[in-house]
């Protein structure tokens, strides 16, 4: 039943603050130093499929949130160390939707911190930073098994030194079908096709908003986490509590 939080345990480390003492040389640095980072999706222009917003505190706690509104919390991370995923009970059902459930919160997690690292990889392959309170646009590439993706990529430099990144994909490039090797363990044109579908479509959009805001001290110790699946499959009632059975955060975990 707690299986699908499994791999997400180093994916959730990205919530866990960075040096905020180093220097912001690249967007990845950028992103592990930020309070507050925002990212957007969507499959065509004008069209919004999904939204997220990760809050760093200054003691080492995470908060993601998701949606529209941003007021649905999807992840939380106390102290740096423990991670818990916020799986809304099924309406009906027992085991089978209750796993159902967390894979969906598994995949839209995974969404958000793929497009954020995509995003991240994109920019640190263009030119240098616009300077604070510029913009620039510029064409921009990544691989994928078979070939590139194309992009055209617009950077703001924010004037209060935070970092707008908007992305739209302006094509595909699959390299030529290699020659069939009677020995392969699998198809070379059915792996191509299985990972061509797994794209985004050409016309899809990102963005992604970095924000240069300080950090808060740290969540409320208050807030319920009331049926939210753990990484120690033990109950928690509140994020104080899980503090608590952490004995505190530390120095380290603010790191």
């Known amino acids: 039943m707690r299986l699908f939080v499994l791999p997400l345990l180093a994916a959730a480390a990205s919530l866990a603050p960075g040096a905020a003492a180093a220097p912001a040389t690249s967007v990845e640095t950028m992103i592990e130093q930020a309070a507050v980072v925002e990212v957007r999706w969507g499959a065509a222009e004008g069209k919004e499929d999904m939204r997220a917003r990760m809050q760093r505190y200054a003691n080492g706690d995470g908060l993601m949130l998701h949606g529209p509104d941003l007021k649905t919390p999807l992840m939380a991370l106390v102290c740096g160390r423990a991670a818990l995923f916020n799986v809304p009970a099924p309406a009906r059902g027992g085991v089978p939707e209750r796993q159902a459930a967390g894979a969906h919160v598994a995949d839209r997690y995974l969404a958000v911190m793929g497009v954020q690292a995509q995003l991240a990889e994109l920019a640190d392959r263009a030119p240098p930073l616009p300077a604070p309170g510029a913009r620039t646009e510029t064409a921009a590439s990544r691989a994928w098994a078979y070939g590139q993706e194309r992009f055209r990529l617009k950077l ?50 990102s963005e992604l908003v970095i924000s240069a805001q300080a950090r808060q001290p740290a969540l409320d110790a208050a807030m319920s986490v009331a049926g939210w699946e753990s990484m120690d499959h033990r109950s928690h009632a509140t994020i104080g509590e899980v503090r608590t059975q952490l004995g505190g955060c530390s120095e380290a975990d603010a790191r």
């Open 156 to 205: 703001q430099h924010l004037p209060d030194g935070g970092l707008r990144l908007h992305a739209v994909k302006t094509g595909t490039v699959t390299n030529a079908a290699a020659q069939a090797d009677p020995h392969a363990e699998f198809s070379t044109e059915a792996d191509r096709a299985s990972n061509l579908q797994a794209l985004a479509p050409v016309g899809s959009w």
